[in-house]
């Protein structure tokens, strides 16, 4: 229960980070000529990374175990909101959210945790608490980050970047869990990728 615990506590802390770019996305995107249709393109760009970047982490999550894949992806997260905040180019700035969406692609993983560290009778209240910390998360992080982006508009990429460390930390307490393995497909591995490349092909710097 307490590894449970740690869990949804690191989840709150992510869901933060994540919830405080949302306010100053525009900002930083107006600061680098970009308009309307690049910001729907970055959020575009962030969910397609991390729905096709998912079925290969929860291969990497079965044979590694979860809890190593999950502080993985908060890295990856942290490592891409950190280059957002130092980007100086709408292509440097698609780099920096697609790595952001790449590391958001282990919260299968993540959820999958929460199931092996549950009894099975207790199971369905875990995952509704799951929700619980993911929403909560979601919540505060906009709040945060507009104030945070009031003193300084990139602020709070830094601000994300410093949660999911300390949310990956905080991770890996919990004691690793392995599941049944299972082999990633070479096609769909090419297939994300082909997609990716086909996304960045529409960047104008």
Known sequence: MRGLVVLLVALVIHMIGFGMVI???PFLLRELGGDAAAQGFLVSLFSQVQ?????LWGALADRLGKARIVASGLLLSALGNAAACFSNSLF?????RA?????????????????????PERRASSMALFGMAF???FVLGPVLGGVAGNIAPRLPFLMAAAMSV???AVVTRIPV???VQWMFKLEL???SVAVLFLNFSFIHV
């Open 92 to 96: 440097s700035l698609a780099v920096a």
């Open 135 to 137: 929403g909560a998360g």
């Open 189 to 191: 591995g090419l297939l």
């Open 99 to 119: 790595a952001a969406g790449l590391g958001g692609g282990t919260i299968g993983a993540l959820q999958a945790l929460v199931a092996d560290l549950s009894p």
């Open 177 to 179: 869990v392995r599941g």
């Open 23 to 25: 306010p100053v996305m």
């Open 51 to 55: 729905l096709l970047s998912a079925p």
């Open 166 to 168: 300390a949310a990956a």
